[in-house]
């Protein structure tokens, strides 16, 4: 097999939708996924986002193959989708975050019998793994509770040590964390990194949650209109894609009055101000200059703008 | 070694059934149910047969027609909502997760059903033949009433299940399928002999009645059980395999060709 998880070239997908009422519908062409070429290396984490719409859910469907598509190719862990999509199923795994796989009258242990069952995982093996994903994920205190009664955060833990049960090569994830609290959130996006770090396993993930993004990913693929508009490492995505800095900025006592082309006062209250800098316009260090100037400077701080921001940015960008 | 294939789908059913043994409070709610249509139609048939001097009618007697009458209500009341799980999979998309999954869709939703029915049919006979044998008492139910009605109840779940499931289908097609639903549910009620055996339809419809499936899935399986004969046995199995055959293959075409019409819309 190649080093590679997946590889598509040129994937192409139109959908054929008729328009219109009654009798009197025309066929029109909707292109879904226009000339997208990827290769995810095994082991990586990616993240593949894109705005609703952009043709995200059309490429894993083409992935997963539950669809074929209209042009190009895809290869997933040696296989072709579409063709052999049984082989396939045994390799992959998926959590969607809002559709459970989880039975919801029954306990997860149920559940997992289940797909012992569904995946004909070999009786010893099933047993091991299974106490090594209880140990893991932490779900030995609900393993026997109904997943009715288990908080979202540990069903989605739960959910996650079920889509493992068979030794997936890849992890399809669409939205993983939606609708779950700060810290069970923090939790999820550790347990899947760390799955992804130590056990080599390939991470596909689908989120609009920056945060999810940073703590799994090292890549990100965003796509808008059936294309891919950016592919790089999420550290530099930030870095190349927005042109301005923040500046959070202490002072002693008030400082004097703050005008600098390029520079956005965000925030000023008595002895602070945040700055956004245009890098453009000006440069830090004549930012700094000035800030230095303006007053006593107890702290100051440089941040990059928070990763929202920058992926807005490029789904404003791609529409241009 | 790996376990058989087949095996998957029996642990599909067991753990469906036993997913529905959580929903026991929904017996309280079917007794109240079951004893009020039991009662009206015990009062019913007390009048029909007094007013008729009949001592049988349609070949059952009145304790019998009670019995049958629990029977077909146990076997209808006991229909899980496949059209709507399927019609809501196809229509949120969530059928592509199924596809997913080393499982045949169908078959998944087979199984499912045949576990959530058994449970359902199990409690729903227990009510019924509790309150009926408290009206009338008991019929001479024997070890061939049970057999024969053994035999021919899951393939009557099957036909029902597929029937259900090709309706459920048809939201590939068209925006709303609760009128088909509603349309098959009747169908199988009217036509399928719930209220009234098909003996005492009019005697011209009686052979079309009998060869459509919905007579197979109630009026065979409830007239064993009360009134058992070898050839009966023999024409509602006939009936059912015949059914069973053609609707299969009739799932297998249409979803097929639905299976080409997945949009990836929505996630």
Redesign the interface.
Known sequence: MSDFAVITENLR?V?SIRKGKGLIRAATDVV?VDDISLEIPCGQAIAFIGPNGAGK??TI?ML????RPTAGGAKVLGLTPWTQ??KL??Q?G?V?G??S?L????PPR??F??LA???????ADYLSRKKMLIERFGIESFLDT?VRKLSLGQRMRAEIAASLLHHPKILFL?EPTIGLDVMARQELRDLISEWNQQEGITIFLTSHDAGDIESVARRVVVVNHGRVVLDDKVSSMRRQYLSSKVLSVKFHDQPATFVVAGVTILKASHHALKLEVDTTLVSIQTVMNEVLRAGDVADITIEDPPLEEVIAHIYSRAKT | ?????T??YY??AL?SA???L??LGEVGSRVVFLGVILYIFLRLWQVTYSETHSTSLGGLTLPQMLWYLALTESIILSGPRVAAAVDADVR?G?I??H?????SYPLYCLFNTLGERLVRFALNLFVGATIVSLFVGFIGVNMTSVAFFICVLPLAFIIDFCGNFLVGLAAFWIEDTVGLQLIYSRMTMILGGMLIPLELFPVSWQPLLKLLPFAAVVYGPARLFVAPQVALLQDVLWHQIAAVIILAALVAVVYRIACAR??????
């Not at chain 1, 997963?64 to 669809?67: E, F, H, R, Y």
């Not at chain 1, 069952?117 to 070999?122: D, M, Q």
Request: proline share 4%; net charge positive; glycine share 4%.
């Open positions: 997908k959908f879904a859910s059309t469907k997963t193959g539950i669809l999509r049984n199923t045994r992959i998926a969607f809002q559709r796989q039975w919801y009258h029954l149920d559940t019998e289940l069952r569904i995946y004909e995982i070999p009786r109904q669409d | 070694m790996s376990l058989p294939a095996q998957k642990w599909i753990t036993k997913s529905n959580a929903y949120s969530a592509a997760i596809f997913i999954r080393p499982l997945v949009f990836a819309n929505g996630g």
